[in-house]
């Protein structure tokens, strides 16, 4: 008769238990104790009359735009893929929007397609347009043009981005950010597209939950925002097509940099727009 043989934990396992365990207390602790002194820096303040005000102010922009982003990146240069995830990504290093929407055409036709759909550009993110689109902010006057904040892809900041103002509002907007694909470089699975983009929808202003900074804050189902998108261009021009690649990616629910969020479905539309004539090729 054969014998029942048992193979005990080895203490390679059991250290590494041990290690994940305090991995985990410390992360925790770290984050409690982070909670701890800001609230105490924030209390704290309020003892010194308006000098600590102030004083809680510059804390909070220190905090929010140069220690908070500067910590981000030394991180997510460790556990972001560098490679092409279906995911953007922002200034800070941190998982952006979800890639949605796929386009064939050039420049000149895409452009053309946009404008014909109802569809305005964004302005460059400059001082200028930034201190616009705060008085536009808090004055609630519209804003066409307002700029969005950079999303990088392939390392490139996005080449253009379009938006449509709802009630002349500049806190809700439709928008979707635009980007040409490397020369020679398919999709996984293999189709070729000449420019990927990024389509959700701004429902309010807000603090980012990893930054603290103060953004626009997304609608969780962004798969409604990208549908919006193609059916505006489509209804637009009876030359253009679509083609969908159904489960492209999983779909998931996740957040993107600004803490907000998302879930889609994972299927990625692909406009067809070199039927638009009229329009110079690149």
Do not use: C
Not at 2 to 31: C, I, N
Not at 44 to 69: D, K, T
Not at 88 to 103: C, E, K, Y
Not at 170 to 197: E, N, S
Request: proline fraction near 4%; avoid cysteine.
């Amino acid at each position: 008769m054969g014998s029942k043989h048992t193979v005990p934990a080895t203490p390679a396992r059991r250290r590494a238990s041990l290690t994940a365990l305090f991995d985990h207390f410390f992360f925790v602790y770290a984050g409690l104790a982070a909670v701890w002194l800001a609230w105490l820096i924030f209390t704290e303040s309020f003892q010194f009359g308006w000098f600590g005000i102030l004083f809680f102010v510059v804390f909070w922009v220190i905090l929010a735009y140069l220690v908070l982003p500067r910590l981000h990146r030394i991180l997510t240069t460790v556990y972001v893929p560098n490679y092409f995830i279906g995911r953007t990504r922002t200034s800070d290093g941190l998982l952006g929007d979800p890639i949605n929407i796929a386009v064939l055409g050039s420049e000149d036709q895409l452009h053309a397609a946009m404008k014909r759909a109802g569809w305005i550009q964004a302005d460059q993110l400059t001082l200028r347009s930034s201190w616009r689109i705060v008085l536009a902010t808090l004055t609630r006057r519209s804003y066409d043009e307002a700029p969005v904040s950079p999303l990088f892809l392939f390392g490139n900041m996005q080449n253009f981005a379009y938006q449509q103002e709802v009630s002349g509002n500049p806190a809700k907007r439709h928008h979707v950010r635009f980007w040409r694909t490397p020369d020679d470089w398919l999709l996984p699975g293999g189709a070729r597209v000449d420019w990927l983009a990024a389509g959700t929808f701004d429902r309010a202003v807000g603090l980012s939950l990893f930054t603290l900074q103060i953004t626009h804050k997304i609608d969780a189902d962004t798969d409604i925002e990208r549908d919006h998108v193609v059916q505006t261009v489509l209804t637009s021009d009876p030359d253009i097509t679509v083609e969908t690649l159904i489960d492209f990616s999983t779909g998931y629910h996740s957040r993107n940099g600004g803490g907000d969020t998302i879930r889609t479905d994972g299927s990625l539309p692909i406009l067809d727009l070199r039927g638009i004539t009229g329009v110079a090729d690149d």
